[in-house]
């Protein structure tokens, strides 16, 4: 029986270009072509088409009915072991063997992913693997093992990191011995003629089962765990040689987990809730080409490299040994990119903690234009990167007439706090002064000034963050987190109106 998706096995029309043979043929995402075709064949399904958009909103209700019989309910009733051997005879029946295979890859690749982690770490931490032969396997648990082992290693390592005063680091020399392809075949997933299922859909009709067998605490752990697959991809970023496969034979192996079309998805999304949702492989699974096929050789870090390369034999300020690989950095521009673009609210300490590994990483990269490019593909990135390194550069990365616009404002600015006469100062552009202004309804700017109206800052606690509840900037030493609506947030401290009234006694006690 052939598994040649559709889109392989119908020509190239220049007047209606399939979307998922583009996809296919793209080689800026690091998949074998094994994994990228069952993805794209599971994705383009037409149970995914024509039945998920039924689905999804009988689910949803589903979930919202269940949660109200679990009132009523003992708080800890559970049927964990019933429900995974349902899931197997599901999965078993009706499910596609394309769905089979990412889900019994997503087991093995995450355990291999926890294992690199927990070898190369400064306190070395013990995994359980999770590598299910077949889809009978699942019936042990398997699926709410995952969350507890997700859970538990993120602890276990921390904990250990803690006791030893130690932080990730980078690591002279990467273990990669754990990194291999699974031994699953396409060919051994179930093939009846009931199995049609793509993979989202199946997850959507498991879900609300998923949510009436387990206990709530099993199920919302569940439903937060993709929370922790950006902090698992920092880990694994935290070593320099982690973006590369140790040689081109296993190369294949780490690049070989699913990833979701839709770049992820926020807690609580189904997707989320029993682990398989296809992720992102984490950074070393096997480094982003270019079209050269190669990575991304760099040299050292300044804006005026990347931008001006004409300017480069000015440039003496250069690290003696710069890094020349960006896929670590790419990584972690991916990462901030899909933080700030999330549907829904991102918590301050993690994205705080991608802006500074992200920080880390310039200060060790080399310019080039392989660096410009990445950073035109990553415009919050891109805006990192312009700040750290304004003092030499200005606004590098900016449009030409915002950047000169804001040039000459601050000269002027400079000049009249120094006393010089207006006379002898530089010549305003003739396109005058840009002043910022809000429309009457006052939800959008009619024009604006360019630059941030908040201060540089070179070290981390000087820096300024908006408070959730007033939106006031305020420097972090002034700042607290609390919970919010079930979520940790930044806010004044001790209170807005409190640090307001302490401002004003400052600012007239000074003055």
């Known amino acids: 029986m052939s598994r040649t998706p559709e889109f ?3 020509g190239h029309d220049e007047r209606d270009p399939s979307p998922w043979l583009a996809l ?21 399904s037409g149970s995914r088409q024509y039945l998920l958009p039924f689905l999804r909103p009988i689910a949803r209700l589903t979930i919202i009915l269940i949660q109200i019989v679990k009132v009523f309910v003992p708080r800890n009733w559970s049927h964990s072991m019933l429900l995974h051997r349902f899931l197997a005879w599901g999965l ?9 295979w990412l ?21 070395p ?36 990191l803690r006791e030893k005063g130690l932080a990730l680091c980078k690591t002279e020399k990467v273990d990669f011995s754990m990194i291999k392809e699974p031994g699953l075949r396409l060919e051994d997933m179930p093939h009846g003629k009931l199995n049609f299922l793509d993979l989202q859909s199946a997850i959507e009709l498991f879900t609300p089962l998923y949510q009436l067998m387990l206990t709530d605490n099993d199920f919302w752990r569940a439903a937060n765990s993709l929370q922790l697959d950006e902090t698992i991809g920092i880990y694994t970023a935290t070593h320099p040689e982690c973006a590369r496969a140790p040689d081109p034979g296993q190369q294949q192996a780490p690049a070989g987990a699913p990833v979701d079309p839709a770049g992820g998805a926020p807690a609580g999304d189904p997707r989320a809730l029993d682990g398989n949702a296809p992720q992102p492989a984490p950074a070393h699974a096997g480094g982003a080409k ?18 001006c390369p004409q300017m480069q034999t000015m440039d003496t300020t250069h ?32 994205y705080r903690s991608v802006v500074e590994h992200l920080v880390h990483e310039f200060e060790d990269v080399a310019p080039g234009a392989d660096l410009g490019r990445l950073l035109d593909a990553y415009p919050a990135a891109s805006e990192v990167y312009e700040n750290l390194n304004y003092q030499h550069a200005g606004l590098c990365r900016s449009a030409l007439d915002a950047s000169l616009a804001a040039e000459v404002s601050a000269r002027e600015a400079i000049a009249r706090a120094m006393g010089v006469p207006k006379r002898t100062r530089t010549r305003r552009m003739a396109k005058g002064e840009v002043k910022t202004a809000v429309v009457a309804d006052g939800l959008r700017y009619k024009s604006k000034t360019p630059g941030s109206p908040f201060r540089a800052s070179a070290s981390f606690s000087g820096a300024t963050m908006s408070c959730f509840m007033c939106g006031k900037h305020r420097v972090r030493s002034q700042l607290r987190t609390r919970q919010v ?20 006694q400052s600012e007239a006690s000074s003055g």
């Open 8 to 10: 392989l096995t119908q």
């Open 24 to 44: 296919y043929l793209d080689q800026s995402t690091p998949l074998p072509d094994n994994v990228k075709s069952a993805w794209l064949a599971d994705s383009s």
């Open 92 to 100: 078993n029946r009706f499910v596609s063997p394309e769905a089979n």
């Open 103 to 123: 889900i019994l890859r997503h087991f093995h690749l995450g355990s291999q992913v926890l294992a690199f982690i927990g070898r190369n770490s400064p306190a």
């Open 125 to 160: 931490v013990a995994t359980n693997p999770l590598e299910p032969a077949d889809i009978d396997a699942l019936k042990d648990e398997m699926f709410l093992k995952h969350d507890l082992n997700l859970f538990n290693f993120v602890i276990r390592l921390n904990t250990a």
């Open 290 to 307: 270019n079209r050269r096929g190669g990575g991304f050789p760099v040299r050292a870090a300044t804006c005026i490299d990347v931008c």
């Open 319 to 350: 690290n003696p040994s710069p890094k020349t690989d960006l896929a670590v950095t790419q990584v972690l521009a991916q990462l901030l990119e899909r933080l700030e673009h999330s549907a829904v609210p991102v918590g301050a300490e993690q």
């Open 485 to 504: 609506l079930g979520k940790s947030q930044t806010v004044c401290a001790p209170s807005c109106k409190a640090l307001d009234e302490a401002l004003e």
